[in-house]
T-cell receptor
Framework: DSGVTQTPKHLITATGQRVTLRCSPR?????VYWYQQSLDQGLQFLIH???????AKGNILERFSAQQFPDLHSELNLSSLELGDSALYFC?????????????FGPGTRLTVT | DQQVKQNSPSLSVQEGRISILNCDYT??????FLWYKKYPAEGPTFLIS?????DKNEDGRFTVFLNKSAKHLSLHIVPSQPGDSAVYFC???????????FGTGTRLKVLA
């Protein structure tokens, strides 16, 4: 158990809908990262927050947004969903944004868009 | 543009032998590299890392080698055990960018 929790575990929704994925980092960790893993793809970095502020952005679509709240949990919002958004979404946390501290991953949320 | 590549989608090795997983990168500005292991239905877990100032880092049965001139790194597992069967991802980052680029993974199967 990495100490990172993600809810829900599974989500099935229709095209055009909007969903929110939630992540609670390990106790004490200030950085949260979001990744997308599509079929046969590696982990695509989406976005990184540190202590409530956006630190880095990757290949995140404009239809997607994220935020980190004062209690350090983070939410990833996906809107106008398309079939191609079906994927595993992982959240990871680390103590600081730097390379000194490894990332701990949650178990992921499997999103299926029908 | 895939900056981190793992060209072997799968690898099978006999128990007790050496497993060698390879990873190539294209961005010469990357200065920190990591390997993660992933079991089904779980998130990736950190295995070992290496800074670009080193060419080797060892942790028990796991050793990572970095060849900067070839932009290549490899993970050696000796001896391989059935419990090592998993998908292995390599990742790279550049200081100050606060993001990690992952490869597509190599599925290792260790045969008993």
């Amino acid at each position: 158990d990495s100490g990172v929790t993600q809810t829900p575990k599974h989500l099935i929704t229709a095209t055009g809908q909007r969903v929110t994925l939630r992540c609670s980092p390990r106790s004490g960790d200030l950085s949260v990262y979001w990744y997308q893993q599509s079929l046969d793809q590696g982990l695509q970095f989406l976005i990184h927050y540190y202590n409530g502020e956006e630190r880095a952005k990757g290949n995140i679509l404009e239809r997607f947004s994220a935020q980190q709240f004062p209690d350090l949990h983070s939410e990833l919002n996906l809107s106008s969903l398309e079939l191609g958004d079906s994927a595993l979404y992982f959240c990871a946390s680390s103590l600081t944004p730097g390379q000194a501290h490894e990332q701990y991953f949650g178990p992921g949320t499997r999103l299926t868009v029908t | 543009d895939q900056q981190v590549k793992q060209n072997s989608p799968s690898l099978s090795v006999q128990e007790g032998r050496i497993s060698i997983l390879n990873c190539d990168y294209t961005n010469s500005m990357f200065d920190y590299f990591l390997w993660y292991k992933k079991y089904p239905a779980e998130g990736p877990t950190f295995l070992i890392s290496i800074s670009s100032i080193k060419d080797k880092n060892e942790d028990g049965r796991f050793t990572v080698f970095l060849n900067k001139s070839a932009k290549h790194l490899s993970l050696h597992i000796v001896p391989s055990q059935p419990g090592d069967s998993a998908v292995y991802f390599c990742a790279a980052s550049r200081s100050g960018t606060y993001k990690y680029i992952f490869g597509t993974g190599t599925r290792l199967k260790v045969l008993a």
